[in-house]
Nanobody, 120 residues
């Protein structure tokens, strides 16, 4: 299973970006999908997550500005980021709990990360 994240880039403060995460490979079902980020010198932190039935969870720092969504049919997750701030600058990683077959327990996978830089 591979997770491919895309959509990062350079944006001015107040601007918007939309990140995409596409899962591929041997996939029977994907449980929770999420976005994490890691800023220089800081630990990786959860930004947002979404379950199969669409229940969402957000870090307090992004509530009201970021929206996570997913397409179960496409094995994909998205992160719409509005009102970006300089402190949102980080490498953003996609994460997913994937069942490869009906008989196997879910395994956790990480994407390669996509850099988001917000200039102030």
């Amino acid at each position: 299973v591979q997770l491919q994240a895309s959509g990062g880039g350079l944006v001015q403060a107040g601007g918007s970006l939309r990140l995409s995460c596409a899962a591929s490979g041997n996939i029977f079902w994907i449980n929770t999908m999420g976005w994490y980020r890691q800023a220089p010198g800081k630990q990786r932190e959860l930004v947002a997550s979404i379950t199969t039935d669409g229940s969402t969870n957000y870090a307090d720092s992004v509530k009201g500005r970021f929206t996570i969504s997913r397409s179960n049919a496409r094995n994909a997750a998205y992160l719409q980021m509005n009102g970006l701030k300089a402190e949102d600058t980080a490498v953003y990683y996609c994460n997913a709990d994937v069942k490869e077959t009906v008989f196997r327990v879910a395994r956790n996978y990480w994407g390669q990360g996509t850099l988001v830089t917000v200039s102030s």
